[in-house]
């Protein structure tokens, strides 16, 4: 009977690496739940009557029992979900959707007393952007001056304010699009409709070449630098990504924003100024991270099965 469960997309390399890592280093053996196959796999089932366990589908074609669960890896549940083909209404292909999300949440809201990494409503509140901002700015961390708003006159204002040059962003990411940070002038935002079809992250932009991605796993903290000349390192052809330590206060203040924002684990996006300062940019809480050890080889698979597994040992203690 497995322990753990990851709820994850289908083809997860994250849930594949851990799940091997579990096995060689801890025995444990995890069930991947593919949260975008629920439609078509059959497979759930709840009850509050006599009968079945609770019980949901695996990416292998069997089940988990919830009762059995004593931890869960909440790792990421929106991508854009299958749907039968023989579903063809478009209302009708939604409310598929919505139900399938809506049933494998409660499933385990109902039946799963276990630990979370991370709980699923801490996890959706700590994706806002203006959250992250106004905490990390709240617990002493620098970040960007930043105006978030689809009001015309106030975005060229504050472009002009910034030498005429801000970094745009998207409130919200969407998995599947291509929509990464750029550059806009005060003179590329002349056009009001645009600017008002919805609210935009704009921000100054922060010079240098060095980029932190700190991985915070419960109260471990490993981090690297990713030295890139692109605004956006994720778009660079070539990236060096190295190690580093970080000075302890800074440590603490991530573990601190973790804490706040009810996560027991964050990938934190930072940029260094020329002066050395780091500058909060954002934290993702289910973010990529073996794509880290690819490149500089810093074990984190083997970090993050330690972490699942003291977790499971702590919420195991506490039942």
Aim: net charge negative; aromatic share 6%; glycine share 8%.
């Amino acid at each position: 009977m497995s322990r753990v469960a990851i709820v994850t997309l289908a083809d997860d390399l994250h849930a594949y690496v851990i799940r091997r890592q579990l096995r060689e280093d801890y025995d444990l053996d995890a069930a991947i739940v593919p949260a975008d196959r629920l439609s078509g796999a059959g497979g759930l089932a709840w009850s509050n009557v006599e009968g079945p366990d609770a019980v949901l589908p695996t990416e292998e074609g069997g089940t988990v029992a919830v009762r059995g669960l004593e931890l869960v890896w909440w790792r990421r549940c929106h991508g854009r979900p299958a749907v039968p083909e023989e579903v063809i209404d478009p209302q009708m292909r939604e409310l598929v959707v919505k139900d399938c999300r809506a049933a494998l949440r409660g499933v385990l809201l109902a039946g799963f007393t276990g630990a979370w990494i991370s709980d699923p409503y801490a996890t959706e509140r700590a994706q806002n952007k203006l959250l992250q901002l106004n905490l990390a700015q709240a617990i002493g961390l620098r970040v960007p001056r930043t105006l978030v708003s689809s009001d015309p006159a106030a975005v060229r204002a504050f472009a002009q304010a910034h030498g005429g040059t801000v970094i745009a962003k998207t409130v919200t990411g969407l998995l599947g699009t291509a929509l990464q940070a750029g550059r806009v002038t005060a003179e590329g935002l002349s056009d009001d409709a645009e600017i008002m079809v919805a609210p935009t992250i704009y921000q100054e932009e922060i010079a240098g070449t060095d980029h932190l991605r700190v991985m915070v796993f419960g109260d471990r903290v490993h981090a690297a630098r990713i030295r890139s000349l692109e605004l956006d390192w994720r778009l660079a052809n070539d990236m060096a990504i190295e190690p580093v330590p970080l000075e302890q206060g800074l440590q603490d203040a991530l573990r601190v924003m973790t804490r706040r924002l009810g996560l027991r684990m964050g990938v934190f996006d930072l940029k260094v100024r020329p002066d050395g300062e780091p500058v909060f940019l954002e934290v993702n809480p289910q973010g990529q991270f073996l794509f880290v050890e690819g490149m500089s080889d810093l074990p984190l698979g083997k970090a993050f099965a330690e972490f699942v597994a003291a977790e499971l040992t702590a919420a195991t203690v506490r039942a």
